[in-house]
């Protein structure tokens, strides 16, 4: 009886030789019947054509030999040893706004204070405005092995910079680009600039301009971050950068010390769970008074029936700039200009149920609001405005054709309640987004 002895051989030597075979055995198997000796002979013209095949394989310089410098490497471009991504969104807006809100560049950047500004001054019409400024581009970066650890970096930018700033809707549109994030990571280390540890995006509502409702936690600032893993989750722990204003011409001196900050998530089949706290130093130099304040947040991602879920978020304390980009500042600003320093406490809560009407469709309905708790000893007028609470409301309607093209309906209608009487003025906002990522 004949044996046959298998080969351990390169996948594409054994491709090519088995498409050789039959070549082989077309001159040899002419008849049915065949002799021992001549399929010995067919076994071992096929060894040899394997072994010649696999050792110029073996011998073939690999692409990245061929060019050390540039390789795809999956989603990347690989440079030496780092592979380097690229991504972003192109997101053009029409915004439809109440009240008057047709101040220069006004409409792309959304801060709540110049809604209430619109909402208080006396005018009915409505204005359109048209912004792309919201897009941005990323690159990221990811080595293997440094010092035994994976280091990833990222760096993100926009062109959403102040409603002041250099610009303009008449002629060319052009705007600076700003630096969103930039930070690296490194064996569980952050360094850099991203999302504040006191927020977590898990909960964050999907709007068409995120962070632009009335209570949800939404700051990026640097920061050093250490995460570890903790029973259901993960721990972090930083140190971020400390700064307690309202505006340019607000800002106290530099703090001596900064914003420490924790957060603990838990993550699970029930959804993302997490509480944060975070301890601040506030200071006057001018006044020579310092103040340790602090607040703590709580926020769920918890998911319902189907894909759908809902989101939720509360803060309590001195949450000042942290909270609605600004709705609030960190001091009485009345204090401040009497020599004091008085953290100004408020609370904020945000609830967000997101709702899948196919794979395709989807709709959110996010509500806010924020106040302040404390009673004011100065007067009202020093505090921001003439509010001492917002409430906003967004319904959107979102179609996603494909996860890189999202287009989108949103209709926000904002409430701020006046300082030391019971009434309120309104804003109002209609915006059809176009959101392509690459």
């Keep these: 009886m004949t044996t046959t002895k298998r080969f351990a051989t390169h996948p594409l030597v054994r491709a090519v ?13 002419t008849a049915q019947a065949q002799s021992n000796a001549e399929l010995e002979e067919l076994r071992e013209r096929i060894r040899v054509l394997e072994g010649k095949l696999e050792g110029a ?12 410098y540039l390789l795809r490497d999956g989603d990347g471009i690989k440079i030496g040893g780092t592979t380097i991504s690229f991504g972003g969104f192109i997101k053009a807006d029409m915004i439809y706004g109440s009240n008057g809100n047709g101040t220069r560049n006004g409409y792309s950047i959304g801060l709540a204070r110049t809604y209430a500004k619109a909402a208080n001054s006396d005018v009915s019409d409505w204005k359109a405005g048209f912004t792309a400024r ?16 994976d280091l990833t970096t990222y760096i993100e930018m926009d062109f959403n910079t102040a409603a002041d700033a250099a610009g303009n809707e008449s002629v060319s549109n052009s705007y600076n680009p700003r630096m969103r994030q930039a930070f690296a990571s490194w064996n569980g280390w952050d360094f850099g600039q991203t999302y504040t540890t006191f927020t977590d995006l898990a909960a964050m509502p999907e709007i068409l301009g995120q962070g632009k409702q009335a209570a949800f936690i939404y700051v990026t600032q640097p920061m050093i971050r250490y995460s570890m893993a903790a029973p259901g989750g993960k721990l972090m722990v930083a140190l971020e950068n400390p700064e307690d204003s309202f505006s340019s011409s607000t800002s106290y001196d530099d703090q001596s010390y900064p914003d420490l900050v924790a957060r603990y998530q838990i993550r699970g089949n029930y959804g993302f769970y997490s509480v944060a706290a975070m301890l601040r130093n506030l200071e006057d130099n001018a006044a020579d008074e310092t103040k340790v304040t602090g607040a703590m947040s709580l926020s769920a991602r918890i998911p319902t029936v189907g894909r759908d879920d809902l989101r939720l978020q509360y803060s309590y304390g001195t949450l000042g700039r942290y909270m609605g980009l600004l709705t609030y500042p960190d001091v009485d600003l009345a204090a401040q200009a009497a020599g004091e320093v008085e953290p100004l406490n408020t609370y904020g809560v945000t609830a967000s149920y997101r709702h899948f009407w196919s794979p395709a469709w989807r ?22 405005s003439y509010f001492d609470s917002s409430t906003s409301v967004h319904a959107n309607l979102l179609w996603s054709a494909h996860k890189n093209l999202t287009l989108g309906l949103e209709y926000a209608y904002w409430d701020f309640g006046e300082i030391a009487t019971s009434g309120s003025e309104q804003y109002e906002q209609v915006v ?6 690459f």
């Design 57 to 68: 394989i073996s011998s073939a310089p690999e692409l990245r030999d061929d060019n050390a």
């Design 432 to 437: 059809a987004s176009a959101k392509l990522s």
């Design 17 to 29: 030789a088995l498409m050789g075979a039959p070549m082989l055995m077309l001159g040899s198997v």
């Design 363 to 384: 709709s959110n309905l996010t509500v806010s609001h924020t106040e302040i708790v404390d009673d004011l000893e100065f007067s009202p007028k020093g505090t921001l």
């Design 134 to 149: 919201e897009s941005r581009i990323s690159i990221g970066t990811k080595t293997k092995d440094v010092a035994g650890h």
